[in-house]
Protein backbone atom coordinates (compact mmCIF):
# COMPACT_ATOMS: atom_id res chain seq x y z
CA UNK A 1 0.00 0.00 0.00
CA UNK A 2 1.48 3.19 -1.00
CA UNK A 3 0.94 5.99 2.26
CA UNK A 4 0.75 9.39 0.73
CA UNK A 5 2.10 12.15 3.49
CA UNK A 6 0.47 15.29 4.67
CA UNK A 7 2.14 18.02 6.51
CA UNK A 8 1.72 19.50 9.39
CA UNK A 9 -0.72 17.02 11.55
CA UNK A 10 0.47 16.33 15.21
CA UNK A 11 -0.10 12.62 16.30
CA UNK A 12 -1.51 12.48 20.01
CA UNK A 13 -0.09 8.80 21.52
CA UNK A 14 -1.61 8.31 24.78
CA UNK A 15 0.90 5.99 26.62
CA UNK A 16 0.88 3.99 29.64
CA UNK A 17 3.79 1.15 29.88
CA UNK A 18 3.98 0.73 25.94
CA UNK A 19 7.76 0.64 26.00
CA UNK A 20 7.50 -2.43 23.71
CA UNK A 21 5.14 -1.21 21.35
CA UNK A 22 6.21 2.32 20.83
CA UNK A 23 9.40 1.06 18.12
CA UNK A 24 6.54 -0.42 16.08
CA UNK A 25 3.98 2.71 16.45
CA UNK A 26 6.82 5.66 15.81
CA UNK A 27 8.13 3.59 13.05
CA UNK A 28 5.34 3.76 11.10
CA UNK A 29 5.04 7.69 11.84
CA UNK A 30 4.10 9.13 8.79
CA UNK A 31 6.30 11.50 6.87
CA UNK A 32 6.18 14.90 8.05
CA UNK A 33 3.79 14.30 11.22
CA UNK A 34 5.14 15.04 14.83
CA UNK A 35 4.64 12.04 17.54
CA UNK A 36 3.29 13.22 20.72
CA UNK A 37 3.58 10.99 23.13
CA UNK A 38 1.13 11.38 26.32
CA UNK A 39 2.94 9.44 29.46
CA UNK A 40 0.49 8.73 31.94
CA UNK A 41 2.33 7.35 34.62
CA UNK A 42 4.81 4.63 33.05
CA UNK A 43 6.83 3.01 34.91
CA UNK A 44 8.23 0.52 32.11
CA UNK A 45 10.53 3.22 30.69
CA UNK A 46 7.89 4.25 27.97
CA UNK A 47 8.69 8.48 28.24
CA UNK A 48 12.58 7.55 27.56
CA UNK A 49 11.88 5.02 24.93
CA UNK A 50 9.65 7.62 23.30
CA UNK A 51 12.36 10.58 23.65
CA UNK A 52 15.29 8.14 22.34
CA UNK A 53 12.92 7.27 19.08
CA UNK A 54 12.25 11.03 18.23
CA UNK A 55 8.86 11.64 19.73
CA UNK A 56 7.57 14.35 21.99
CA UNK A 57 7.05 13.44 25.58
CA UNK A 58 4.44 15.07 27.44
CA UNK A 59 3.62 14.06 31.01
CA UNK A 60 -0.13 13.96 32.34
CA UNK A 61 0.20 12.89 36.32
CA UNK A 62 -3.67 12.91 36.57
CA UNK A 63 -4.29 9.15 35.47
CA UNK A 64 -6.98 8.40 32.90
CA UNK A 65 -7.34 7.91 28.86
CA UNK A 66 -8.85 11.10 28.40
CA UNK A 67 -6.68 13.50 30.55
CA UNK A 68 -4.03 12.01 28.26
CA UNK A 69 -5.42 12.54 25.39
CA UNK A 70 -6.54 15.82 25.69
CA UNK A 71 -2.83 17.08 27.34
CA UNK A 72 -1.87 15.81 24.05
CA UNK A 73 -4.71 18.29 22.53
CA UNK A 74 -3.31 21.13 24.22
CA UNK A 75 0.36 20.43 23.48
CA UNK A 76 -0.62 20.29 20.03
CA UNK A 77 0.20 23.06 17.69
CA UNK A 78 -0.18 21.66 13.83
CA UNK A 79 -3.50 22.57 12.25
CA UNK A 80 -4.70 18.54 12.27
CA UNK A 81 -4.40 16.63 15.02
CA UNK A 82 -4.48 12.46 14.97
CA UNK A 83 -5.52 10.79 17.63
CA UNK A 84 -4.07 6.99 17.73
CA UNK A 85 -3.42 3.93 20.48
CA UNK A 86 0.34 3.21 20.84
CA UNK A 87 0.21 -0.44 21.86
CA UNK A 88 0.42 -2.14 18.23
CA UNK A 89 -2.99 -2.53 17.56
CA UNK A 90 -3.48 0.56 14.96
CA UNK A 91 -0.79 1.61 12.35
CA UNK A 92 -0.93 5.64 12.50
CA UNK A 93 0.19 5.76 8.32
CA UNK A 94 -3.34 4.44 7.82
CA UNK A 95 -4.98 7.83 9.68
CA UNK A 96 -3.36 9.71 6.23
CA UNK A 97 -6.09 9.48 3.98
CA UNK A 98 -8.39 10.61 7.07
CA UNK A 99 -5.95 13.63 7.38
CA UNK A 100 -6.38 14.59 3.80
CA UNK A 101 -9.91 14.06 3.87
CA UNK A 102 -10.23 16.69 6.59
CA UNK A 103 -7.48 19.00 5.22
CA UNK A 104 -9.75 19.08 1.92
CA UNK A 105 -13.04 20.34 3.90
CA UNK A 106 -14.63 16.93 3.14
CA UNK A 107 -15.44 16.27 6.76
CA UNK A 108 -14.48 17.65 10.27
CA UNK A 109 -14.07 14.43 12.34
CA UNK A 110 -12.98 11.23 10.54
CA UNK A 111 -13.10 7.63 12.51
CA UNK A 112 -11.29 4.70 11.77
CA UNK A 113 -13.70 1.31 12.31
CA UNK A 114 -11.50 -1.14 13.56
CA UNK A 115 -11.58 -4.22 11.48
CA UNK A 116 -9.67 -7.55 12.98
CA UNK A 117 -6.62 -9.07 11.13
CA UNK A 118 -6.05 -11.89 13.48
CA UNK A 119 -7.82 -13.96 16.24
CA UNK A 120 -7.43 -12.25 19.67
CA UNK A 121 -7.05 -9.08 18.05
CA UNK A 122 -10.09 -7.73 19.37
CA UNK A 123 -11.68 -9.95 22.72
CA UNK A 124 -15.74 -10.77 22.31
CA UNK A 125 -16.39 -8.65 25.63
CA UNK A 126 -14.48 -5.54 24.38
CA UNK A 127 -16.33 -5.76 20.97
CA UNK A 128 -19.78 -6.45 22.37
CA UNK A 129 -19.08 -2.96 24.89
CA UNK A 130 -18.46 -1.34 21.36
CA UNK A 131 -21.37 -2.48 19.69
CA UNK A 132 -24.11 -1.88 22.47
CA UNK A 133 -22.58 2.17 22.78
CA UNK A 134 -22.65 2.23 18.71
CA UNK A 135 -26.06 1.56 19.41
CA UNK A 136 -26.51 3.73 21.95
CA UNK A 137 -24.49 6.68 20.18
CA UNK A 138 -26.99 6.05 17.05
CA UNK A 139 -30.07 6.90 19.40
CA UNK A 140 -28.62 10.29 20.48
CA UNK A 141 -27.04 11.61 17.53
CA UNK A 142 -28.57 9.72 14.80
CA UNK A 143 -25.11 9.20 13.47
CA UNK A 144 -24.58 5.82 12.04
CA UNK A 145 -21.41 4.40 13.24
CA UNK A 146 -20.35 1.04 13.72
CA UNK A 147 -17.21 2.17 16.10
CA UNK A 148 -15.90 4.41 18.58
CA UNK A 149 -12.54 3.35 17.69
CA UNK A 150 -9.53 5.49 18.73
CA UNK A 151 -8.14 6.59 15.62
CA UNK A 152 -9.11 9.94 14.41
CA UNK A 153 -8.40 13.23 12.49
CA UNK A 154 -9.81 16.86 13.27
CA UNK A 155 -8.55 20.29 13.56
CA UNK A 156 -7.45 21.26 16.65
CA UNK A 157 -8.71 24.44 16.84
CA UNK A 158 -12.14 22.82 16.38
CA UNK A 159 -11.37 20.02 19.05
CA UNK A 160 -10.71 22.39 21.31
CA UNK A 161 -13.57 24.54 20.99
CA UNK A 162 -15.59 21.55 21.88
CA UNK A 163 -14.56 21.98 25.44
CA UNK A 164 -14.24 18.10 26.16
CA UNK A 165 -14.78 17.57 29.88
CA UNK A 166 -14.51 13.54 30.63
CA UNK A 167 -11.19 12.52 31.59
CA UNK A 168 -11.70 8.85 31.54
CA UNK A 169 -12.64 6.43 29.39
CA UNK A 170 -15.52 8.65 27.87
CA UNK A 171 -13.15 10.90 26.43
CA UNK A 172 -13.29 9.75 23.16
CA UNK A 173 -17.23 8.68 23.02
CA UNK A 174 -18.09 12.80 24.09
CA UNK A 175 -15.84 14.21 21.73
CA UNK A 176 -18.25 12.53 18.81
CA UNK A 177 -21.08 13.22 20.49
CA UNK A 178 -20.35 16.83 20.79
CA UNK A 179 -19.20 16.76 17.03
CA UNK A 180 -22.39 15.54 16.30
CA UNK A 181 -24.00 18.36 18.67
CA UNK A 182 -22.10 21.08 16.47
CA UNK A 183 -23.19 20.17 13.16
CA UNK A 184 -19.47 18.48 11.68
CA UNK A 185 -19.27 16.17 8.74
CA UNK A 186 -18.15 12.81 10.53
CA UNK A 187 -17.23 9.69 8.37
CA UNK A 188 -16.26 6.34 9.23
CA UNK A 189 -13.60 4.16 7.35
CA UNK A 190 -12.39 0.59 7.76
CA UNK A 191 -8.71 0.29 9.46
CA UNK A 192 -6.65 -3.18 10.38
CA UNK A 193 -6.69 -3.15 13.92
CA UNK A 194 -4.08 -5.70 15.24
CA UNK A 195 -3.44 -7.83 18.49
CA UNK A 196 -2.05 -5.39 20.59
CA UNK A 197 1.45 -5.81 21.93
CA UNK A 198 0.75 -6.72 26.25
CA UNK A 199 -2.14 -6.41 27.84
CA UNK A 200 -4.74 -3.95 27.95
CA UNK A 201 -5.53 -1.68 30.88
CA UNK A 202 -8.77 -0.76 30.26
CA UNK A 203 -10.79 -3.89 28.11
CA UNK A 204 -8.18 -6.30 28.27
CA UNK A 205 -11.04 -7.31 31.05
CA UNK A 206 -14.49 -7.72 31.53
CA UNK A 207 -14.51 -5.71 34.67
CA UNK A 208 -12.37 -2.91 32.35
CA UNK A 209 -14.88 -3.21 29.74
CA UNK A 210 -17.71 -2.28 32.40
CA UNK A 211 -15.76 0.43 33.55
CA UNK A 212 -14.93 2.25 30.25
CA UNK A 213 -19.23 1.67 29.11
CA UNK A 214 -20.17 2.92 32.34
CA UNK A 215 -17.91 6.04 31.53
CA UNK A 216 -19.24 6.25 28.61
CA UNK A 217 -22.91 5.36 28.97
CA UNK A 218 -22.82 8.69 31.32
CA UNK A 219 -21.99 11.02 28.49
CA UNK A 220 -24.46 9.51 26.89
CA UNK A 221 -26.90 10.49 29.73
CA UNK A 222 -26.01 13.83 29.17
CA UNK A 223 -28.43 16.43 27.66
CA UNK A 224 -26.88 18.51 24.70
CA UNK A 225 -24.61 21.73 24.94
CA UNK A 226 -23.83 24.72 23.64
CA UNK A 227 -21.54 24.49 21.48
CA UNK A 228 -19.34 27.92 20.60
CA UNK A 229 -19.49 28.65 17.50
CA UNK A 230 -16.89 27.80 14.85
CA UNK A 231 -16.16 24.94 16.16
CA UNK A 232 -18.26 23.10 13.25
CA UNK A 233 -17.99 22.92 9.39
CA UNK A 234 -17.06 26.68 9.06
CA UNK A 235 -14.05 26.50 10.90
CA UNK A 236 -11.99 25.66 7.87
Not at 25 to 51: F, I
Not at 110 to 125: D, I, K, M, S, Y
Not at 164 to 188: F, H, K, N, Q
Not at 222 to 234: F, H
Request: aromatic fraction near 6%.
Amino acid sequence: MNFPTYQAVDLVLPCLNEAAALPWVLARLPAGWRAVVVDNGSTDGSAEVARALGATVVHEPVRGFGAACHAGLEAADAPLVCFCDCDGSLDPREAVPFAERVAEGHAELVLGRRRPQLRGAWPPHARAGNLALARMLRRRTGLALHDLGPLRVARREALTGLALTDRRSGYPLEMVVRAADAGWRIEEYDVPYLPRTGRSKVTGTWRGTWHAVRDMRRVLTEPPRAVPSGTGATSR
